[in-house]
């Protein structure tokens, strides 16, 4: 049966636990950034013209009309562009320095890394990565362009002169194979956090499920409580920026007792 915590004084028993344990996976969604400002793609924010994320952000949609599709990334980008990280994303920073922990996001805007995470497992790419979509023999290497706006669209591939697209994973696309590997070692753990994410989209949404599997205690941080929460050991309704530096962790990690350490 499923616990659930609903004030950020009642998650002292979590803070021990992960404070405690030698292995910690967290996933991100899009609820981490929220509280930062970006828009997401679902709920009453998600429309762009008349245009839902799922209209967009598919190979087909970029074939029909790329002009259009970089339309939408070039003012995703320049929205994410005045955005800072928030509260949760500085917590998930410095926990990340401790030894045992792995963080993988859903979010393609960066923040994490802004905030100073290191080796973020990008599970859907960056926004503020490009790559040529015609594959032109180096597709597999994407370059790094934070031009806010971008002086062309759609934005020339700097090798061949044809279209350059975004670095994400869009919809219908295959998670890299090293990216999704990455993920699926990480499962085996002690504790996993899913946090601020819908638990709705593949293979992501099975993370957690399969952490489970693997015997760790498995918690959701997320204000609305999904339809996976009853599955959990846990769940937590408040939003990221709340639940996670009541937590409280990182000051245990760090005192002459605490189990971790700065690396």
């Given at each position: 049966?499923?616990?659930?915590?609903?004030?950020?004084?009642?998650?002292?028993?979590?803070?021990?636990?992960?404070?405690?344990?030698?292995?910690?996976?967290?996933?991100?969604?899009?609820?981490?950034?929220?509280?930062?400002?970006?828009?997401?793609?679902r709920g009453d924010g998600?429309?762009?013209?008349?245009?839902?994320?799922?209209?967009?952000?598919?190979?087909?949609?970029?074939?029909?009309?790329?002009?259009?599709?970089?339309?939408?990334?070039?003012?995703?980008?320049?929205?994410?562009?005045?955005?800072?990280?928030?509260?949760?994303?500085?917590?998930?920073?410095?926990?990340?320095?401790?030894?045992?922990?792995?963080?993988?996001?859903?979010?393609?805007?960066?923040?994490?890394?802004?905030?100073?995470?290191?080796?973020?497992?990008?599970?859907?790419?960056?926004?503020?990565?490009?790559?040529?979509?015609?594959?032109?023999?180096?597709?597999?290497?994407?370059?790094?362009?934070?031009?806010?706006?971008?002086?062309?669209?759609?934005?020339?591939?700097?090798?061949?002169?044809?279209?350059?697209?975004?670095?994400?994973?869009?919809?219908g696309e295959a998670i890299?194979?090293?990216?999704?590997?990455?993920?699926?070692?990480?499962?085996?753990?002690?504790?996993?956090?899913?946090?601020?994410?819908?638990?709705?989209?593949?293979?992501?949404?099975?993370?957690?499920?399969?952490?489970?599997?693997?015997?760790?205690?498995?918690?959701?941080?997320?204000?609305?409580?999904?339809?996976?929460?009853?599955?959990?050991?846990?769940?937590?309704?408040?939003?990221?920026?709340?639940?996670?530096?009541?937590?409280?962790?990182?000051?245990?990690?760090?005192?002459?007792?605490?189990?971790?350490?700065?690396?």
């Amino acid at each position: 049966m499923t616990h659930t915590i609903d004030t950020p004084s009642g998650l002292e028993a979590l803070g021990a636990r992960i404070r405690d344990a030698r292995t910690i996976t967290i996933m991100t969604g899009a609820g981490v950034s929220a509280a930062s400002g970006v828009p997401t793609f679902r709920g009453d924010g998600g429309l762009w013209r008349s245009f839902r994320a799922e209209d967009l952000a598919t190979p087909e949609a970029f074939r029909r009309d790329p002009r259009l599709v970089w339309e939408w990334y070039d003012w995703r980008r320049s929205l994410i562009a005045s955005c800072r990280p928030n509260p949760a994303h500085d917590v998930l920073a410095q926990w990340s320095r401790r030894d045992g922990v792995t963080l993988i996001t859903q979010n393609v805007d960066g923040l994490h890394e802004l905030a100073g995470s290191r080796d973020v497992i990008r599970f859907h790419g960056s926004i503020w990565q490009l790559r040529c979509a015609g594959g032109c023999g180096t597709a597999s290497q994407p370059w790094d362009d934070r031009q806010v706006p971008l002086p062309t669209l759609p934005p020339p591939c700097p090798r061949c002169g044809g279209h350059a697209r975004p670095g994400v994973v869009w919809f219908g696309e295959a998670i890299d194979t090293d990216v999704l590997s990455r993920c699926l070692d990480a499962t085996a753990c002690d504790v996993f956090l899913s946090v601020g994410t819908s638990s709705v989209v593949h293979p992501a949404a099975g993370l957690i499920a399969r952490a489970k599997a693997h015997g760790a205690y498995t918690v959701e941080i997320n204000p609305e409580l999904t339809d996976t929460a009853r599955y959990l050991d846990l769940a937590v309704a408040l939003p990221a920026e709340q639940a996670l530096p009541a937590l409280r962790v990182w000051e245990d990690w760090r005192s002459p007792g605490g189990s971790g350490h700065e690396s």
